[in-house]
């Protein structure tokens, strides 16, 4: 069947008429009918049209626009869509005003067409400031509601709704890297809208992030977060944020679990390591979360020395390419090293550390140095303290540790020392370790008191371990160790799991630690009794059960253990 739709089938003209807001069907525009994509077209008027041949038309049609989001042949009465998730900027040429594919579906058994808007908008009025700026994205996220994914639509009810299934967002993100956008200095707000699906209810919470920056390459960053007023956004209605610029020097979010304050950037983590070394409760305490993978590209950072006992969620990223210094380096009160700042309470989770350099070169201190891949130092507080879906790589040479002191060294390859203070348990969960042949870790201790090293931590002491599906893997092949450890005229506790255990209790949930790899450890001193398989010593009869070591491979002086 040859299928037409005119002006007066199309809305008059008019594609979106949300609460005020217009724009006209263009010639390009393509619509979806009955499984044919059209693509609408000017008439000599300048009014649009769109022909399609519509195969075993059964007296009912369904159209969608824009044709893109269509996921499904529409048979069987199942329209599929997918709402995106990421949209780009489009503007007029002539008139500078926004172009966009609000979505919308229709059904009907006559010849005349009727679309009805499948979601809402939101309204980003983004201000002028005393700089001219570019925006690079506006990012719309909700703690509740699913706002882009894949669903099924209703396509024949007065307000269609679509349901989605498992692949649902909760952000939507508008960029403008294809269509550059500038705000001049004292010139009037500039209106992004951006389609969102619908919600209803009063407990919906939003934020919106906007990010610009300036000829010169600064950043500037907007920020909203509200509920109600923001959360109604039905079909045919407009909710605006009111966003504000923020001081230089803030994190987006205010830190709650339903507006956590985000990290973006390498400066964002920078700045969140400092004001944990500044013990601010404000970020102590909060709730954190990654919202990207942070790539500092071989940038040193200096460790942080406060200790963290909020929320942390990577949110799936990945902290790469570090190189780690302490943050004093000489005769501080305390030495530590790692990517994480030391914890006392809280939840780490769901975050990766690739390519991670250690460097404690030219440090000279009277103190116990504690250093580890995530963590240099935990001291539990009567709080329990959950490090869930964690993974570390490559975790590259630690830098000449050459100390002329008296001192301990407690090194791990996930947690450097675990100590209790007023009890609590330590769980590990899903926690990984893996060494590629690329970049073989290299650990040389000199002239301290007395050295410690673990896969899981150089110690616990006094403390509670809970340990579910985890893996150490050193890596390595025969002949290289993916791990080499040596040490020059000091005591060495050394174990593949733990380099001793001290009035702890540990347990391996569910028969389901791995550990494997070749790791490999070289002293100066004729024998190191404490050098063994798993834990290299424990202070009383420890059994050690529901560990798959079959495939670890550990030479003490050569001789494999």
């Known amino acids: 069947m040859r299928f037409t739709l005119f002006t ?17 069907w263009r010639s390009g525009d393509q619509v979806w009918v009955n499984g044919v994509t059209g693509t609408v077209a000017l008439d000599d008027a300048g009014d649009p049209k769109l022909t399609v041949n519509v195969d075993n038309w059964d007296g009912n049609y369904y159209a969608a626009y824009p044709a893109s989001m269509v996921t499904g042949s529409g048979q069987n009465s199942v329209l599929s869509v997918t709402l995106p998730q990421a949209y780009q900027y489009r503007e007029d040429a002539t008139t500078h005003q926004q172009l966009l594919e609000m979505p919308m ?69 508008m960029y403008f890297d294809e269509c550059p956008v500038e705000i001049a200095s004292r010139a009037s707000s500039k209106n992004i809208m951006i389609p969102i699906a619908p919600t209803t209810g009063t407990d919906h919470h939003f934020t919106v992030t906007v990010r610009a920056h300036t000829s010169d390459g600064t950043r500037v960053y907007y920020y909203f977060n509200g ?21 230089e020097g803030h994190f987006l979010g205010d830190g709650t ?11 964002d983590y920078k700045y969140f390591l400092e ?27 200096k460790s942080a020395t406060g200790f963290f006992r909020g929320d942390f969620d990577g949110n799936g990223n990945t902290l790469k390419n570090i190189v780690v210094k302490p943050r004093y ?38 103190n116990d140095i504690n250093v580890g891949g995530l963590v ?22 630690l830098s000449s540790f050459v100390w002329n002191r008296n001192n301990y060294v407690y090194v791990g390859t996930i947690i450097g020392r675990l100590v209790r203070n007023t009890g609590g348990t330590v769980y590990l969960n899903d926690c990984t370790f893996t060494q590629t042949n690329v970049r073989q870790c290299s650990l040389v201790i000199s002239k301290c008191s007395t050295f410690y090293f673990g896969g899981i931590a150089g110690i616990a002491d006094g403390v509670l371990i809970d340990v579910t599906g985890c893996t150490i893997d050193y890596c390595g092949s025969d002949n290289q160790p993916g791990v080499n450890l040596l040490a020059h005229d000091n005591k060495a506790y050394v174990g593949a ?44 009869p420890l059994v050690i059960s529901g560990v798959n070591d079959a495939g670890l491979y550990f030479k003490r002086n050569g001789t494999l253990l």
């Not at 959360?231 to 923020?246: K, S, T, Y």
């Not at 339903?258 to 390498?266: A, C, G, R, V, W």
């Not at 990517?339 to 309470?345: D, E, I, L, M, Y």
């Open 497 to 540: 799991l733990f380099g001793a255990i001290m009035n702890s209790t540990l347990s391996f949930s569910n028969s389901s630690f791995t550990a494997r790899g070749y790791l490999s450890f070289s002293g100066t001193r004729d024998s190191y009794p404490n050098v063994a398989r798993l834990v290299g010593y424990n202070s009383s």
């Open 329 to 366: 380096s000489e005769y501080c009160s305390s030495t530590v090293l790692s990517v994480f700042p030391p914890v006392s309470a809280g939840r780490i989770r769901n975050l990766s550390v690739e390519n991670v350099s250690l460097d404690c070169s030219g440090v000279s201190t009277t």
């Open 376 to 397: 240099s130092y935990i001291k539990t507080t009567g709080s329990n303290i959950i490090f869930d879906n964690i993974l570390v790589s490559n975790v590259a040479s």
């Open 257 to 267: 679990e339903n507006s956590p304050f985000l990290i973006q950037t390498t400066e």
């Open 105 to 173: 579906v229709a059904c009907t058994g006559n010849d005349r067409i009727t679309f009805k808007h499948l979601t809402g908008a939101l309204v980003v009025q983004v201000p002028s400031t005393s700089r001219n700026i570019l925006l690079d994205y506006v990012m719309v996220q909700s703690s509740t509601s699913a706002l882009s994914g894949t669903g099924t639509v209703n396509a024949g009810a007065d307000s269609p709704q679509v349901t989605f299934g498992a692949d649902t967002t909760h952000t939507v993100v």
């Open 227 to 247: 509920k109600s007023s923001v959360g109604n956004m039905l079909r045919n209605e407009v909710a605006v944020a009111p966003i504000q610029e923020l001081p």
């Open 275 to 301: 004001r944990v070394t500044n013990n601010y409760s404000s970020i102590c305490t909060a709730y954190v979360k990654m919202s990207c993978d942070i790539n500092f590209r071989g940038e040193t950072i």
């Open 8 to 24: 007066e089938t199309m809305g008059g003209g008019s594609k979106v008429v949300v609460d005020g807001l217009t724009s006209s």
